[in-house]
T-cell receptor, first 115, second 117 residues
C-alpha cells in the first residue's frame, strides 16, 4: 500500500516571501500521479498542482511549483511571493496510474502567512 | 456547470441515530468517491462507486456504514447507529469517465460535517 508523509505539521512565511512544503511517499509503482491540494477554513478541497510521474519536468502553476524527485520519492511544493490568501492546510496526495482514482493523502501542513 | 454538491453541510445526530449524507457529482461524471477527514488529519478513502455498482469499499468500516449510487439521484453514504467517533467531515469527489483527458482529476464537494452528540 502507498503511504504519503508530510513531516511539517505547521509552517510560517512572511508575506511576499517564498516557502517550501515537504512531502515524501512510498510506492512500488513506477507510474502514478501526485497532487497538492489546498484546504482553506471553508473546507473546500482545491487542487493546486499536479505532477505525472512519467514527466521529468517539474509542474508549475503561476506562483506554485513543485520539486519532483522520483528516485528519492519526494514531492515538495514551493509557493513564491506568498499572499495572505495562501494561508490554509495543504495536503499532498498520491494516485496510482491504474484503474480507479482513489487518492492517498498525507496528514497535511498548516501554512500561516504573516503580514 | 455546477460543482460537486453535498448536503447537508452540517449534520448533528444523537448517538444511536442514523446519518444520511448526499452527494451529487458534477454533470457528466460517473465515478464517485467518499472520504472521511477526522479533526486535524488528512482525508482517508472510504469507498468508490459507479452507477449502481460499488467498485472498491476497502476503506469503509465493515459495520454500520454503507454507500450507494443509484441509477437516478445522488450517491448516499449511510451511517447507522452513529457513535461519537463517527464525528468527522465527510467529503465526496467525482471524476469523469476513463477516456476523458481529465479523468485522473478528482473534483471535491465542500463536505458534510457530522457531529454526534
Amino acid at each position: 500500500a502507498q503511504t504519503v508523509t508530510q513531516s511539517q505539521p505547521e509552517m510560517s512565511v512572511q508575506e511576499a516571501e517564498t516557502v517550501t512544503l515537504s512531502c515524501t511517499y512510498d510506492t512500488s509503482e513506477s507510474d502514478y500521479y501526485l497532487f497538492w491540494y489546498k484546504q482553506p477554513p471553508s473546507r473546500q478541497m482545491i487542487l493546486v498542482i499536479r505532477q505525472e510521474a512519467y514527466k521529468q519536468q517539474n509542474a508549475t502553476e503561476n506562483r506554485f511549483s513543485v520539486n519532483f524527485q522520483k528516485a528519492a520519492k519526494s514531492f515538495s511544493l514551493k509557493i513564491s511571493d506568498s499572499q495572505l490568501g495562501d494561508a490554509a492546510m495543504y495536503f499532498c496526495a498520491y494516485r496510482s496510474a491504474g484503474w480507479g482514482n482513489m487518492l492517498t493523502f498525507g496528514g497535511g501542513t498548516r501554512l500561516m502567512v504573516k503580514p | 456547470n455546477a460543482g460537486v454538491m453535498q448536503n447537508p453541510r452540517h449534520l448533528v445526530r444523537r448517538r444511536g441515530q442514523e446519518a444520511r449524507l448526499r452527494c451529487s457529482p458534477m454533470k457528466g461524471h460517473s465515478h464517485v468517491y467518499w472520504y472521511r477527514q477526522l479533526p486535524e488529519e488528512g482525508l482517508k478513502f472510504m469507498v468508490y462507486l459507479q452507477k449502481e455498482n460499488i467498485i472498491d469499499e476497502s476503506g469503509m468500516p465493515k459495520e454500520r456504514f454503507s454507500a450507494e449510487f443509484p441509477k437516478e439521484g445522488p450517491s448516499i453514504l449511510r451511517i447507522q447507529q452513529v457513535v461519537r467517533g463517527d464525528s468527522a467531515a465527510y467529503f465526496c469527489a467525482s471524476s469523469p469517465v476513463i477516456g476523458d483527458i481529465r479523468h485522473t482529476e478528482a473534483f471535491f464537494g465542500q463536505g458534510t460535517r457530522l457531529t454526534v452528540v
